[in-house]
C-alpha cells in the first residue's frame, strides 16, 4: 500500500522516483607471481584466466569490476576472453606493472612450463564497453618496487573505479616508524579516485589492519582512517570500523583487502573463504548507487 502512495504523490508533484544504479565489485589478491607459498603460484593463463572467471560468475554476487593484485600483465589477454566466455557479458582489462628498484619491470615468476608471464601487476576488469582507464602513480620507497593506483571511468553508471596493491609495511618496504608511504598513499589513492559527476569506488589489498581492529601496527590503522571517513567499507559493521579476516600469513590472520562506496550504498558483502589458492580471500560487494 505504501508503494501505491508513493507512486500517487509523484504523479501528482510530477516527480518520478529515481532508480539506484547496482552494481557489484570484487577485489582479490591473487598471489600468482612471486610467492611460491601459494598454491596458485605459478600458475599458466589457462588456469588463472579460469579461476578467476569461475569466481565472477558462480558466486552470489557477480561482480560489474574486478581488481586484482599480484597478477601478472602477460595474463590480460587471456582473462578478457575468459571472461567473456564464462560470464557470456563483454569484458575490458587493464593491467599495470609493477618496477623493480634497478628500473626494470618487476617480473612474474615464469609459470610452471617456464613460459614468461609478463610483470606482476595491479589488474582492473570491467564489464561491457566504453570504458576509458589511467594510471595514478603512488608514493613508494625506492629500494624496492613502484606503486599506482589504477582506475576506470565507467560513462554508463557515472561510477570512477580506482583500485590499488600499496606497500607491506615489511622490513623491505616501507618499515619506517609511522607508516609514512602507506599514510601517503592512501592519502594519493583517494585523491585519484574522486571524480566530480561520478561515484567512487575504491578497493584493493592496502596491507593495513582496520582503524578499530586492533591488529598491525597502530600507524598502519591510522593510515586508513581518511577512506572510512569518505567512504562506506564493505564489511563495516555500524560505526565499528572492521571486518572479517581477508588474509593469513605468519603473524595471523587480519583483514588487509578492502572496498569502499559512498556512505549508504553497500547492500552487500562477502568473503570467499572457500577458496585456497591464495593467502588471501576475495571480498565481493554489492552496492546501489
Known amino acids: 500500500m505504501m508503494g ?3 507512486l500517487a504523490m509523484a504523479v501528482l508533484t510530477g516527480s518520478t522516483p529515481v532508480a539506484r544504479t547496482p552494481l557489484s565489485v570484487l577485489t ?3 598471489c600468482t607471481g612471486t610467492n611460491s607459498l601459494c598454491p596458485i603460484y605459478r600458475a599458466g593463463g589457462v588456469e588463472l584466466a579460469g579461476t ?3 569466481l565472477a560468475a558462480s558466486g552470489s554476487i557477480k561482480p560489474d569490476v574486478i581488481f586484482l593484485q599480484e597478477f601478472c600483465t602477460g595474463v590480460s589477454a587471456q582473462l578478457e576472453a575468459g571472461l567473456e566466455a564464462r560470464t557470456g557479458r563483454p569484458w575490458t582489462v587493464r593491467a599495470w606493472g ?5 628500473g626494470k619491470p618487476y617480473a612474474c615468476h615464469p609459470d610452471r612450463l617456464g613460459r614468461s608471464r609478463g610483470a606482476q601487476s595491479v589488474t582492473l576488469a570491467v564489464a561491457g564497453d566504453g570504458v576509458t ?3 595514478h602513480p603512488l608514493a613508494a620507497p625506492r629500494w624496492y618496487v613502484t606503486r599506482a593506483a589504477l582506475c576506470a571511468t565507467i560513462p554508463a ?3 570512477h573505479a580506482c583500485g590499488t596493491h600499496l606497500s607491506s609495511g615489511s622490513g623491505y618496504d616501507d618499515h619506517q616508524p609511522g607508516a609514512p608511504y602507506r599514510t601517503r598513499q592512501i592519502r594519493q589513492l583517494l585523491a585519484a579516485a ?3 559527476g561520478h561515484r567512487t569506488i575504491v578497493g584493493g589489498d592496502l596491507n593495513v589492519a582496520p582503524p578499530d581492529s586492533g591488529d598491525g601496527g597502530a600507524a598502519g590503522r591510522r593510515a586508513v582512517v581518511p577512506a572510512y571517513r569518505a567512504y562506506q567499507e564493505c564489511d563495516q559493521r555500524g560505526p565499528r570500523r572492521t571486518g572479517r579476516w581477508t588474509h593469513t600469513g605468519a603473524n595471523g590472520r587480519k583483514k588487509l583487502d578492502y572496498l569502499f562506496a559512498p556512505k549508504g550504498t553497500v547492500t552487500g558483502c562477502r568473503v570467499d573463504k572457500a577458496l585456497t589458492v591464495s593467502d588471501h580471500k576475495p571480498l565481493f560487494m554489492k552496492v546501489a548507487l
Do not use: M, R, S, Y
Open 157 to 159: 553508471k557515472k561510477v
Open 28 to 30: 582479490w589478491n591473487v
Open 133 to 135: 582507464f589511467q594510471t
Open 52 to 54: 578467476i572467471a569461475e
Open 194 to 196: 574522486a571524480k566530480p
Open 4 to 6: 501505491h502512495v508513493l
Open 98 to 102: 609493477l618496477g623493480g628498484a634497478d
